[in-house]
């Protein structure tokens, strides 16, 4: 039990959450509205935002990817267990999960015997947004947990069903916006839950927070659905839908720390540990070919000095930093195009002012990781993939 953690949910209780409305706030084109704020001159074509310096580009984005990102780094990003393995021989720490094929699950099953005093969660290697994921698996419940993330990973149109088999921690699930090399915001993804009161039954107190997330343009999309699943994890915790919580028991809805599942966001920029920060610039510079990333790191305390790389995200929808559902809100786009055009003006020579040197200070630093990494890179993982190209 995390009690760093339950003392952080509790002291929500004082903060309103963050409510959003069309024409009252940015809730959309965030790209486009960071780059008119810098007066960057923009273009749209085929889903591709490219950024303009007196006629010269400067950068781009398409879809969520930027266009500095690398085939190379999206590749070793988009399979989570390759991403693990690589960040490992770099150094970086990882939670080193098992992989498992369709068809071994007496081998998958084996290895939980082997590791009986451990909680592990099993996770399919190729969805997102939390499906198919299962918790608490053991040596005893894993066929189980098998079947139903390889029923829906089927549903999905997967054709090649894997799992990673992952020790479970109780830990803060943060993640660290790193833009063009530098740390732009980070949040807590918190797992979704009430707190009771000692007077409103839980079902009462779910109905109260999707009254207040059906106000909100954007969470009104993440209401907490009472079904079989919510009520079975409710009986984990000795808890029926209809009991009534004492005052402040925390009681979770589910352990899942997507947003697409009702978890709720927590803007930590301010408070995130600076070793955080770091671990998370470190694991962004160790892929070649990657400068923009949202990185995943859970860790005991998000003012720890430690933690565990759990996920690199290329492609990461950093929509959620412009809308937390506590805290501040943070414009990680508009830091990105900043960040392009500095990098394109130390490129072609120019002066940087002030603000702008500020800025480079702390690009060079992810550079100077870059380097280090890309000497680690030649001497250890081109032995065994050739196939990586160059670090651009």
């Known amino acids: 039990m995390n009690i760093e953690k339950q003392k952080e949910i509790l002291n929500l209780l004082n903060r309103t959450p963050n409510q959003y409305s069309h024409g009252k706030d940015l809730t959309g084109k965030f790209v486009e509205h960071g780059a008119d704020e810098l007066k960057r001159t923009f273009r749209v074509k085929d889903k591709t935002i490219s950024f303009f310096h007196r006629g010269n580009e400067f950068g781009s984005i398409k879809g969520l990817l930027p266009g500095s990102t690398s085939k190379v780094a999206y590749k070793i990003c988009k399979d989570k267990f390759e991403t693990e393995r690589y960040l490992e021989s770099m150094g970086i720490p990882v939670l080193s999960s098992k992989f498992f094929k369709e068809g071994e699950l007496k081998k998958a099953k084996k290895f939980l015997q082997e590791n009986e005093e451990d909680n592990f969660v099993l996770k399919p290697l190729s969805l997102g947004s939390g499906k198919g994921i299962i918790f608490n698996v053991n040596s005893k419940n894993v066929e189980y947990a098998y079947n139903k993330s390889l029923m829906i990973q089927k549903e999905k149109n997967v054709l090649e069903p894997s799992f990673l088999l992952q020790k479970y921690i109780d830990s803060f699930d943060v993640r660290i916006c790193v833009v063009e090399g530098k740390f732009s915001c980070a949040l807590w993804r918190m797992q979704p839950h009430v707190i009771g009161d000692g007077q409103h039954t839980i079902r009462e107190l779910i109905n109260v927070k999707n009254s207040i997330r059906k106000e909100s343009v954007y969470f009104k999309n993440f209401l907490y659905d009472i079904n079989e699943t919510l009520i079975s994890y409710l009986a984990k915790?000795?808890?029926?839908?209809?009991?009534?919580?004492?005052?402040?028991?925390?009681?979770?809805?589910?352990?899942?720390?997507?947003?697409?599942?009702?978890?709720?966001?927590?803007?930590?920029?301010?408070?995130?540990?600076?070793?955080?920060?770091?671990?998370?610039?470190?694991?962004?510079?160790?892929?070649?070919?990657?400068?923009?990333?949202?990185?995943?790191?859970?860790?005991?305390?998000?003012?720890?000095?430690?933690?565990?790389?759990?996920?690199?995200?290329?492609?990461?929808?950093?929509?959620?930093?412009?809308?937390?559902?506590?805290?501040?809100?943070?414009?990680?786009?508009?830091?990105?195009?900043?960040?392009?055009?500095?990098?394109?003006?130390?490129?072609?020579?120019?002066?940087?002012?002030?603000?702008?040197?500020?800025?480079?200070?702390?690009?060079?630093?992810?550079?100077?990781?870059?380097?280090?990494?890309?000497?680690?890179?030649g001497r250890i993982w081109l032995e065994k993939n050739e196939d990586l190209g160059n670090w651009t």
């Open 237 to 377: 915790q000795d808890e029926e839908i209809d009991s009534i919580p004492v005052k402040n028991k925390i009681i979770y809805l589910s352990n899942l720390g997507n947003l697409a599942a009702g978890a709720e966001s927590v803007d930590i920029t301010d408070e995130v540990s600076k070793d955080l920060i770091d671990l998370a610039v470190k694991a962004v510079a160790t892929i070649p070919g990657l400068h923009t990333a949202g990185v995943d790191i859970l860790t005991e305390s998000i003012k720890s000095s430690e933690g565990f790389v759990s996920e690199i995200n290329t492609n990461a929808n950093f929509k959620v930093h412009y809308l937390p559902y506590y805290g501040a809100v943070q414009r990680p786009y508009q830091d990105m195009v900043e960040n392009m055009f500095v990098k394109y003006k130390v490129n072609s020579g120019y002066n940087l002012e002030q603000n702008e040197r500020r800025i480079y200070r702390q690009i060079s630093v992810f550079n100077k990781y870059r380097e280090f990494y890309h000497n680690k890179l």
